[in-house]
């Protein structure tokens, strides 16, 4: 059974910085698309950082530069480095595994940057 499970997410000023965490089980970080998405009120769920199954990264236009996706295989975790954070990146952040389209999704953490 895969499990997906995040933290990190906190209460930030603008300018600051945070990281996630996701802790997978049930399928391995190392083999598997792995994603960051998000979603603020009223707004769909949108890609903010991918790493597909060969190892290429991509990033929301809005993000490059300030946020850095990156996994530990030998935790079986992926992180999310968000440096320079701005309110526009107040949202809820959940973890994927295996694209869009998957059933493999973490419960959420919430970031909130202040101004």
């Known amino acids: 059974q895969v499990h997906l499970a995040e933290s990190g997410g906190g209460l930030v000023q603008a300018g600051g910085s945070l990281r996630l965490s996701c802790v997978a089980s049930g399928i391995s970080v190392r083999v598997n698309a792995m994603g960051w998405y998000r979603q603020a009120p009223g707004k769909q769920r949108e890609s903010v950082a991918t790493?597909?199954?060969?190892?290429?990264?991509n990033y929301a236009d809005s993000v490059k530069g300030r946020f850095t996706f990156f996994r530990d295989n030998g935790k079986n975790t992926v992180y999310l480095q968000m440096n320079k954070l701005k309110p526009d990146d107040t949202a809820v952040y959940y973890c994927?595994?295996?694209?869009?389209?998957?059933?493999?999704w973490g419960q959420g953490t919430q970031v909130t940057v202040s101004s």
């Open positions: 994927n595994a295996g694209g869009w389209t998957s059933d493999y």
């Open positions: 790493i597909s199954r060969l190892g290429t990264t």
